[in-house]
């Protein structure tokens, strides 16, 4: 549980310690006028100075806590501190100004009122800064400031230690006072309060985890040690063994104190951040509802989440009856929870846990529950709700969507039962279709091979026949003497009988390279195969109106060929190139291209439409162009061309447009 200061308490103890040191104060004033005459008179001291800016740095850290805000109970104690400080060093500065002892003892019984302040405002400072509020400390506390009395008020002769000018001596840093057995004393009494300050502060630093705060922590510790340290050496150790030769520097080490916590003001936010503020911020932005209750489960405190879910005001929820807030089921996990007899799976299995807000709003929760103890007795209940109304709502989102998918998965079980049976229907039907397909194919292939054997075997017998006719008309046109009427009518007959036997030879050709028949190539220069069509197409173009132009860059290559077979199909092209052209040109182009022959046959002709172009190089297949035209051709020569390049390796393509012309590539392997 987070400790609330009690504020009117601590205020009326702060005003008793502060009016207790005025009366101190104004007590040794008029208790020093009154008994003696005191001669105030000054000197310069270069010592005075330091005493003075001790002071000065005491007062700034005063004047800056305050200016800052940072005013609280913690800080009051501090600024006690530091106010008791500037007191002793402001009265060592005057005591060195001093010129009689006199006044010299006067100052240095304000200063011992200082003095006295400053353990019991150290110690009182580090219990509020640490939180320590247990009877044991409260205990110890009182014990302490009894025996601060003791000293302050008893020992020597009465009201803070001695007032013997015996006791007080010249040093050159100014007057000062020898050491008694009570000062002794109540050094060793200072001392001890500010061991069991150190000793709060070391405990503090190991039970935290936060570096802020341990940063905190160890700027407090220097800035109380290491004067309290530097105290105990000039004013009790160094006196005893060098008397008069050191001066006491417990003031100039003390501005220490007020840079030290000036520094951790500005750089770790003391007093802005301790622990409770931590605490109380870090609950304040938790998105669970915290709720902090005393030993009896009565209400201490609330986060600003459990105030919402709670429906009431943070300040008015200690007279709240907590368990009207949470459902049956919930109420008997906490208790069991809080007796160590149930753990969280109990509570989040259930669905009947919720809280019921003042206005009567039910919200689903998860419950987590904890104790905090200290010494070994339970001082704090800590119960953290978490609002499940967002999961609550997608769980339920999630399992309609579940059931959504479930059925889903059932039609789509139900869909994929009959895909299998429609699949194995359609399979069955394409199995019967395959295997109608497969026959047909297999009737096509027989009609084929059927075909190609009758043309092969009509092409056989044709030969000889042919052959015999043309043998006759060559014996007739050496014997017979034709008159001028009959000549036409026989050499109309012998141009009959080339065609035919040209027919023949070409679908012969067909055949063989369709039954699979090897061709035997050899290695021939290019040239042996094109230069004898050159001279075929030159003496052709002379004949006709067409231009023919030859322009060879193919250099002196070699390929693997059948020179007569390889010439046919070349000659099928040109043949082709100047049937369709009139008037017009008639290229031949050959060239190289890594290890290719490429052979460019372009001319100017009629050309073929889009359309015409993939059927081009089939068997028996005439253009719609060459029909309009009356073009003569069998619709096999380009299809023969097409076989024999192939046959040597290469491949033939066209390209053509209607009335712009035509060109062939064909592209033979060469060596």
Request: some cysteine; hydrophobic content about 45%.
């Amino acid at each position: 549980m987070f400790q609330e200061n009690k504020g009117w308490a601590n205020r009326s103890v702060i005003y008793l310690i502060v009016i207790s040191g005025i009366i101190a104060v104004f007590a040794i004033a008029l208790n020093n006028i009154t008994t003696s005459h005191i001669n105030f008179a000054v000197q310069f001291n270069v010592y005075a100075l330091v005493s003075f800016f001790s002071a000065f740095i005491d007062l700034v850290t005063i004047l800056i806590v305050i200016l800052k805000k940072r005013f609280s109970f913690t800080t009051a104690w501090l600024l006690l501190f530091l106010g008791a400080a500037a007191l002793m060093a402001l009265a060592e500065g005057l005591q060195r100004l001093s010129i009689h002892p006199s006044a010299a003892l006067f100052w240095q019984d304000l200063y011992y009122v200082g003095l006295s302040g400053l353990p019991l405002s150290f110690y009182l400072f580090i219990v509020s800064f640490t939180g320590h509020y247990k009877k044991q400390f409260i205990f110890l506390t009182a014990l302490l400031i009894i025996a601060w009395g003791v000293v302050a008020f008893f020992s020597g002769e009465g009201l803070f230690f001695t007032h013997a000018l015996p006791h007080i001596h010249k040093a050159p840093w100014g007057y000062y006072s020898l050491g008694t057995i009570d000062e002794e004393i109540s050094a060793a009494w200072f001392s001890l309060i500010y061991i069991f300050g150190y000793a709060l502060l070391l405990q503090y630093w190991k039970n935290t985890k936060n570096m802020l705060l341990r940063k905190q922590i160890m700027t407090v510790l220097l800035a109380f040690f290491i004067p309290f340290a530097v105290a105990i050496i000039t004013s009790q150790i160094l006196p005893s063994v060098l008397p008069g030769v050191i001066p006491p520097l417990a003031t100039l080490i003390g501005a220490f104190s007020g840079l030290v916590i000036y520094y951790s003001i500005f750089r770790f936010h003391l007093f802005e951040i301790d622990a409770q503020a931590l605490a109380q911020n870090i609950l304040a932005t938790m998105s669970e509802a915290v709720i902090i209750t005393k030993p009896d489960l009565t209400i201490d405190s609330v986060n600003n989440e459990a105030a919402r879910l709670l429906g009431i005001k943070p300040e008015s929820a200690n007279s709240e009856k907590l368990e009207s807030f949470f459902s049956v089921e919930s109420w008997q996990y906490i208790l069991l929870k809080i007796n160590n007899q149930t753990d969280e799976e109990t509570l989040s299995s259930s669905d009947s846990q919720y809280v019921k807000s003042a206005d009567g709003k039910l919200t689903p929760i998860r419950i987590s529950v904890s104790s905090m103890e200290a010494g070994g007795e339970r001082i704090a209940n800590i119960i953290v709700a978490s609002d499940i109304t967002e999961i609550t709502r997608s769980y339920q989102e999630l399992r309609g969507s579940a059931e959504k998918i479930f059925n889903q998965n059932n039609d789509l079980t139900k869909l994929e039962a009959q895909l299998r049976e429609e699949k194995a229907n359609v399979e069955k039907i394409v199995l019967v279709r395959t295997k109608a397909l497969f026959d047909a194919q297999e009737r096509l292939k027989a009609a084929d091979q059927l075909k190609t054997e009758f043309v092969m075997l009509t092409s056989h017998n044709l030969r000889t026949p042919l052959a015999i006719a043309k043998g006759y008309t060559e014996i007739i046109a050496s014997k017979a003497q034709l008159s001028e009427e009959d000549k036409p009518l026989f050499d109309g007959l012998r141009v009959g009988l080339d065609r035919l036997s040209k027919i023949v030879e070409d679908l012969l050709t067909i055949s063989s390279i369709e039954s699979g028949a090897q061709l035997a190539l050899e290695e021939v220069p290019f040239g042996l195969v094109i230069d004898p069509l050159i001279k075929e197409s030159e003496d052709l173009s002379r004949t006709r109106t067409d231009k023919f132009v030859v322009n060879q860059h193919a250099g002196d290559v070699r390929i693997k060929a059948n020179i007569e077979r390889l010439q046919g199909a070349l000659r099928n092209v040109l043949d082709n190139a100047f049937k369709f052209t009139e008037n017009g040109t008639i290229e031949l182009n050959t060239s190289r291209s890594e290890n290719e022959l490429i052979i460019n046959i372009t001319d100017t002709g009629i050309g073929l439409d889009i359309t015409e172009l993939p059927k081009l190089f089939t068997k028996f297949h005439r253009a719609a162009s060459a029909l309009n035209g009356n073009y003569e051709g069998k619709g096999i020569g380009l299809y023969l061309s097409k076989l024999i390049i192939e046959e040597h390796g290469g491949r033939i393509s066209a390209v053509s447009k209607p009335n712009q012309g035509s060109t062939f590539t064909i592209q033979i392997p060469c060596i």
